[in-house]
């Protein structure tokens, strides 16, 4: 039982990341269906369910303990909240077995939520010594020990280079390869937080703890969190009522660029290579983009939650 409580002695307490932002934009003081595609602990929806008594929130997670929280902290808005294991990406399946259409709102808050990195067995942080796990549905899929078991060393590397942006990528791999085969494989946080720290060099106060970045990776790989993303967007956008909103919030790079060529391209802009003689990107007006450029979080807000620090929203307004 996850009791929805402010997650007090672990670690900080969450706050949705760029609430009033995500508020504005969303607008859901005109009532209607809103799909929260990553509810989490949902801060975002109780926010959205409290402007209202005429909104609903259908809320999805691939983690049922995050539901379990989500459900519990969301009871009080009884029949306006519904909450649905299902990966974002089956949005299109989730509206219509609730037979619902046409939402006025759509947010997706990517990432990982406080509960699970702040939840020592779940294996996201090097802060807690734990089995390599990172599942954000622990009871599907390979873990982050299965691919550093199972993976070459090209593909290790690459995955290390791509999603975390680190530089010691192969050195990183190299020795997590002559481990598995030398001595035992990496299986816990401790183990890969050591190794990497081995490989990549101690780090200097104020500077991110080396393995940072490999943790980040290995857990986007292990989510496939950058996969169908693109895809996802233009479902979503599809979907909703004509003046619906979509919000995308983003914390990392490759999935903001995702986010933002998606809305591009569906705002009517050609997002094909400069020179290609004819568009193949399938560039259509369906929306308009309100976000020139993302908006980010203020320091007040970031020294108060240090992790929206990378927080990037995007939104746009169905034609
Ligand atoms: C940053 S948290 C969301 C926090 C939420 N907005 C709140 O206010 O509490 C991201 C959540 O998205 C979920 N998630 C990530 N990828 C997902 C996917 N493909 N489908 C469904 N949920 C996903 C994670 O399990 C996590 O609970």
Redesign the pocket.
């Known amino acids: 039982m996850v009791t929805a409580a402010p997650l007090g002695g672990r670690g900080a307490p ?1 706050r ?2 760029l ?1 009033e932002e995500t508020l504005e934009f969303l607008a859901p003081e005109r009532g209607g269906l809103f799909v ?11 926010a959205i369910l409290k402007s209202s008594g005429d909104t609903r929130v259908i809320g ?4 049922p303990e ?1 539901l379990e929280y ?1 459900r519990e902290r969301l009871a009080p808005f009884r029949e306006r909240f519904r909450a649905v294991q ?4 089956a949005i299109a399946a989730v509206l219509q077995e609730a037979n619902e259409r046409e939402p006025s709102g759509i ?1 997706v ?8 990195f702040d939840s020592p067995e779940r294996g996201f942080s090097f802060r807690f010594d734990a089995p390599l796990d990172m599942r ?2 622990p009871a599907a899929g390979a873990t982050a020990a299965d691919l550093l078991q199972q993976l070459s060393e090209s593909e290790i590397a690459r995955i290390i280079f791509e999603y975390g942006e680190e530089r010691h990528s192969r050195r990183i791999a190299r020795r997590i390869v002559e481990r598995r085969d030398q001595e035992t494989p990496v299986t816990t946080t401790t183990e890969l937080a050591e190794l990497v720290r081995a490989a990549a060099g101690g780090h200097k106060r104020n500077q991110i703890h080396p393995a940072t970045r490999t943790f980040q990776a290995l857990r986007i790989a292990v ?3 950058l996969e169908g993303l693109g895809e ?1 967007v233009e479902t979503a956008v599809d979907l909703l009522m004509p003046d619906g909103r979509f919000v995308g ?1 983003s ?1 990392h790079s490759l999935e903001d660029r995702i986010l933002k060529r998606e809305l591009r391209r569906l705002s009517g802009h050609c997002e094909c290579p400069p020179r290609l003689p004819v568009c193949s990107c399938g560039a259509r007006e369906v929306v308009e983009v309100l976000t020139r450029r993302p908006l980010v979080p203020g320091s007040r807000e970031i020294d108060e939650n240090p992790r929206a620090r990378s927080a990037k929203l995007r939104a746009a307004r169905k034609l």
């Open positions: 969450h949705p990341v609430l929260d595609c990553t509810v989490g602990l949902g801060g975002h929806s109780e999805m997670d691939l983690d995050a989500a299902a990966n974002f990406r947010l808050d990517l990432g990982v939520s406080s509960l699970q954000m549905n989510n496939h969190e996802f919030i914390f």
